[in-house]
């Protein structure tokens, strides 16, 4: 993305996102997804869900609203692909890009495409 | 030139995008980061968002009459009829 690599001045994010890392990367392997192969927004996403779990207590996706609802927002814990799976399928990707189908090499082709024109 | 409207998350990368996109073609923009705005000011733009359809994801960009939601600069740039 052409973004400079954030690494966070507290050691305490910098281990929270390395464990949150190492989770996600089980998690969606068994859905056919990867960390996308963009470090730089793998770091910079990491850090805001760090942030979000401070803040929120669970590690909300960083580009979806957290809008009160307990039932709409554990849907966008990461990753929430389970959730939104025909929608992301369809992208190649989640919503804020943290993760890609594994076979996508080249990130930056795949578009956010609002659920209602997924076809 | 078309009013300009963004609405975004301050912890959404595609939305600092759509930020830099806005100003790298001098386009004139309001924006609200709907995570740090109020509470009676979220759920005014999460209404208005639902009624174009949207569950939530940002960036959501209104353009005139147009709304985009996630940052496509094709979509964005075609928009606001800007030249290639």
Known sequence: ?119 | MKKVTLYALSTCPWCMKTKQFFKDNKVVFDFTDYDLAEEEEQQRIMSEMEKHGSNGSFPFIIIGNEVIVGYNPEKIAKALGLKK
């Not at chain 1, 507290?10 to 470090?39: C, I, M, Q, S, W």
């Not at chain 1, 809008?67 to 799976?85: A, Q, S």
Request: hydrophobic content about 35%.
């Open chain 1, 1 to 119: 993305m052409g973004r400079k690599i954030i690494m966070s001045a507290d050691p305490a994010v910098e281990a929270r996102k390395k464990v949150l890392h190492n989770y996600f990367e089980k998690v969606v392997d068994k859905l056919g997804y990867k960390f996308t192969p963009d470090t730089a927004l793998v770091e910079f996403c990491l850090e805001q869900e760090v942030k979000l779990e401070q803040k929120h207590g669970s590690p909300f996706c960083p580009c979806q609203a957290l809008i009160g609802n307990r039932e709409h927002d554990m849907k966008i814990v990461c990753p929430c692909i389970p959730f939104h799976r025909k929608h992301y399928d369809a992208m190649k990707r989640c919503w804020c890009g943290l993760f890609v189908h594994k076979d996508v090499t080249y990130p930056d082709k795949l578009m956010q495409i609002p659920p209602d024109e997924i076809k």
